[in-house]
């Protein structure tokens, strides 16, 4: 809460309002749910502890975006991931997301009414943005690709370091959401959760320009960019 309030006088200086709600949840998804059932705004975003923005200009681009576009339901960028000071810029993507996220949550803005209308549902711990995202794709919900990097994420979450609940729920959204895989399909999605748990735990001790040749030639489809965070 102290270190809330200190921000308080640089919001007011911007004439932006600042409001600080600190209660009791069940958890981060619940955190969020109650910040999107406070919003006022036409988009509700989320930046994580740990996540900041990649430029001064990432919400001014937004508006932008917004107004040319006649607000879509949901505005998606591109997201800096940050692995021992390596940064590596992918770009967000609708392409196989009825199969795993294909945007950074920290790239994802979504109108007010549609995050009301579906929150975060709290009986998922590591998937339950993958689940909003992928039910407003079903629900025919208009998506809007921006070119720009929203903001850096550091990796080390759960979806990284514990593979096996990952998927578990993972494989429970597809199943909630009427999605049916083929058997090759969800083995390829196994298979690639474990590797990118593997690849992390090994990146402390990996040369940093094998990792970078890995994120290059491995997962090209996907990357912008790769630089040494300064």
């Known amino acids: 809460m102290e270190i809330a309030e200190s921000y308080r006088a640089r919001f007011a200086e911007k004439g932006v309002a600042y409001f600080i709600n600190s209660k009791k949840d069940k958890g981060i998804y619940d955190g969020m749910n109650n910040g999107i059932e406070l919003a006022t705004g036409d988009y509700v975003y989320f930046l994580n502890a740990g996540d900041w923005f990649y430029s001064n200009d990432v919400i001014e681009q937004i508006v932008k975006k917004a107004k040319e576009e006649n607000s879509p339901d949901v505005i998606y960028g591109n997201v800096a991931t940050v692995e021992r000071r390596i940064v590596t810029v992918k770009r967000g993507s609708e392409n196989n997301l009825t199969k795993h996220m294909t945007m950074g949550h920290q790239a994802v803005f979504v109108a007010s009414q549609c995050a009301k209308n579906r929150k975060f549902d709290l009986k998922y711990r590591i998937t339950a943005d993958y689940n909003m995202v992928l039910g407003l794709k079903l629900a025919n919900a208009s998506f809007s690709h921006i070119d720009l990097t929203i903001a850096y994420f550091v990796m080390g979450g759960v979806s990284t370091v514990r593979p096996k609940k990952y998927l578990k729920e993972l494989f429970e959204v597809h199943r909630s959401n009427g999605i049916k895989h083929s058997f090759l ?18 990146s402390s001790i990996v040369p940093s320009r094998l990792r970078q040749w890995y994120n290059v030639k491995l997962k090209k489809k996907q990357i912008c960019q790769i630089k040494n965070l300064d």
């Not at 399909?185 to 090994?202: E, F, M, S």
């Open 185 to 202: 399909t969800r083995t390829r999605l196994v298979i690639g959760g474990y590797k990118t748990a593997i690849v992390y735990a090994l």
